[in-house]
């Protein structure tokens, strides 16, 4: 890439966040052929087709997205070094977007919004659905922000952990296992509800069970939390859930909890982000924001499952 205009660089990096050339040339004040002219010399320097037309927009290819990773961060830090933009939460306009699964949007969707409504007005947050692929939606700069379960280690990502999600089992109250301590026969002889983002019929409780030689009967999947707590209220199912999505249902007495038989390994619920955004003040913001939420209900975050 030697010698190349950065002035194709910054074009480049503009076509790649907004992911059309016609909202780049509004952004950069340029007129459409000439972002188009300037992709023909990018092409041209860099031998590869870059962008592909789909719909009103554009696709990058692999190269370009590869290309991205390399230039974005160096050049998002030499624009705030120059021109440091001032942030205010009440009149900065911002759009944020944030990967993260029903479950965690009910703990945080709310309490973020008396937030914004009360002093950040000017902060938009739209939730993408997550599905364990944090990792890809960052690099691809598809979302500003993961807010999950996020176990994975990249150069270019940056993981904050906020707190363990400790798993309780639940059933409704009128359940027939709800007035006796729940055995690993009772435990493994009931029809289970799983939460399951992919479709997959098993996950961590059968991992536990498996080393014990032991096993579940998975009766039914469901793809969401909010989903799953009605079904549990109406039936003979019973589920291994986050304590914290589980424990609103349980506050009100739709569902009880009983500790489990099995020790399941609690997940680490982090906010990660590329590096690329260090520098972005919005979503500093919203970080410090997620991680008072936390720090201060304490009651909500660090309960563990008791008897």
């Known amino acids: 890439m030697a010698k190349i205009d950065l002035n194709l660089i910054v074009i480049f990096d503009a076509i790649m966040r907004e992911q059309s050339i016609t909202i780049a040339a509004e952004q950069l004040a340029m007129t459409q052929p000439s ?16 962008f592909i037309k789909h719909g009103r927009g554009v696709t990058p290819t692999p190269y370009a997205r590869q290309l991205w990773q390399e230039v974005a961060e160096p050049l998002n830090k030499i624009s705030h070094t120059v021109s440091p933009p001032k942030f205010d939460p009440m009149t900065s306009s911002t759009q944020l ?10 703990l945080f969707w709310p309490r973020l919004r008396a937030i914004i409504e009360d002093r950040a007005r000017a902060i938009d947050l739209y939730a993408v659905p997550f599905q ?3 990792q890809k939606l960052l690099l691809e700069a598809e979302v500003d922000l993961v807010l ?16 363990d999600n400790h798993f309780t089992c639940v059933m409704r109250p009128d359940h027939p296992l709800a007035e006796r301590a729940l055995s690993l026969e009772d435990f493994c002889g009931a029809d289970h509800l799983l939460v399951s983002l992919s479709g997959d019929p098993s996950g961590a409780v059968d991992s536990t069970l498996a080393l014990k030689g ?3 009967r998975v009766a039914m999947t469901v793809n969401s939390f909010s ?28 569902l009880i909890q009983k500790p489990m038989p099995i020790s399941v390994p609690s997940p680490t619920i982090s906010v990660a982000w590329h590096r690329r955004n260090q520098h972005n003040r919005a979503l500093k913001w919203l970080i410090n924001e997620v991680e008072a939420i936390v720090s201060t209900e304490t009651h909500v975050f660090a309960s563990r499952v008791t008897g």
């Open 132 to 134: 364990g692929n944090g």
């Open 214 to 216: 032991r096993q579940r």
């Open 227 to 254: 989903g799953a707590m009605g079904l549990l209220e109406e039936s003979n199912l019973i589920s291994v859930l986050p304590f914290t999505v589980a424990s609103k249902a349980i506050e009100k007495g739709r």
């Open 148 to 163: 999950d379960y996020y176990p994975t280690n990249h150069e270019q990502i940056s993981v904050q952990h906020l707190y």
């Open 97 to 106: 977007r944030v990967a993260l699964t029903d479950g965690i949007s009910s």
């Open 35 to 50: 972002v188009s002219k300037a992709v023909s010399r990018m092409r041209y320097a860099w031998k590869d087709p870059l």
